[in-house]
């Protein structure tokens, strides 16, 4: 299983999409939330967890979706537990963050 990242700038700002390969085009509904996988906002490349991580740390903002996704956001510091949400029981964070 590989992670997929793409990068997002938009007004200056950076923000990093990260997805588990494995869920890209697919289509997730619960309670009146969607999860949208099939655009191409997460068709990223596949990279290693290291540049991941580096992308994610100099960014302003990170989206991320599935487990590994979640996992590696979470030990890179840019999101806390709190801020995940399942959908149909698939894991996704959205992060901001002011750079110093």
Do not use: W
Request: glycine share 10%; aromatic share 4%; charged share 35%.
């Amino acid at each position: 299983m590989s992670l997929l990242a793409k990068v997002h700038k938009k007004d200056k700002k950076t923000i990093v999409a990260v997805c588990d390969s494995e869920l890209i085009g697919k289509v997730f509904d619960e309670n009146k939330v969607q999860l949208d996988l099939r655009g191409d906002f997460y068709k990223g490349e596949e990279k290693s967890q290291e540049e991941i991580g580096d992308l994610m740390r100099n960014a302003d903002g990170v989206n991320l979706v599935g487990e590994k996704a979640i996992e590696l956001g979470l030990s890179e510091g840019v999101i806390e537990k709190s801020q995940v949400v399942k959908v149909k029981g698939i894991p996704h964070a959205q992060g901001t963050f002011v750079q110093e």
